[in-house]
């Protein structure tokens, strides 16, 4: 691999799937402010709502996510 190629932030990062309780390390530039700790080491974390571990296309279950209240606001607006 090329030396001086990678920005200057790119560390390993904590992504956590909070509809599966999954969580896996890898290295990534994102922003984040919340931490957690794997295996006694302290890691930047990152949360999302689907992964491929949660997601209905690799699934195959059809599953509600509305973390928002779209739906809510929706029914609300409109009826049912």
């Known amino acids: 691999m090329k030396k001086d190629i990678h920005p200057e932030n790119y560390r390993e990062v904590v992504f956590k799937d909070v509809g599966e309780n999954l969580e896996w390390i890898t290295r990534s530039t994102v922003k984040t402010e919340?931490?957690?700790?794997?295996?006694?080491?302290?890691?930047?974390?990152?949360?999302?709502?689907?992964s491929s571990a949660s997601h209905p296309f690799y699934t195959g279950q059809q599953r509600f996510v509305d973390?928002?209240?779209?739906?809510?606001?929706?029914?609300?607006?409109y009826g049912k």
């Open 34 to 50: 919340k931490t957690t700790e794997v295996d006694g080491k302290e890691y930047p974390l990152y949360t999302l709502e689907i």
């Open 67 to 77: 973390s928002e209240g779209r739906v809510e606001r929706f029914q609300k607006k």
